[in-house]
C-alpha cells in the first residue's frame, strides 16, 4: 500500500451495521510511502495506523481535503 500526505484511507465495515469510516494522512511514517501512516478522523482525532486488507487509498485530488 502506496499513499500520501493528503490522501485518504477508506476502512471498510467489516459486519452489518458497521459503516465505513474515512481518515485522512497528515503523515507518512514509513519509506516509500508505505504504512505506518498518522491520519486524523472528522473529529480532529490523530493515531498511527498501519492499515489492514479491508482498506482502501483513495488518493488527494487538488483542493478535495474534507478536514
Do not use: Q
Not at 7 to 34: A, F, K, P, Y
Not at 49 to 55: F, L, V
Request: net charge negative; charged share 25%; hydrophobic share 30%.
Amino acid at each position: 500500500m502506496h499513499a500520501t500526505k493528503g490522501d485518504r484511507l477508506v476502512v471498510h465495515g467489516r459486519t452489518v451495521g458497521h459503516h465505513d469510516h474515512t481518515v485522512e494522512i497528515v503523515e507518512v511514517l514509513g519509506i516509500n510511502g508505505e504504512p505506518p501512516f498518522r491520519v486524523r478522523d472528522e473529529s480532529g482525532h490523530e493515531t498511527i495506523m498501519s492499515p489492514g486488507p479491508d482498506t482502501v487509498v483513495r488518493h488527494d485530488r487538488a483542493g478535495e481535503h474534507t478536514y
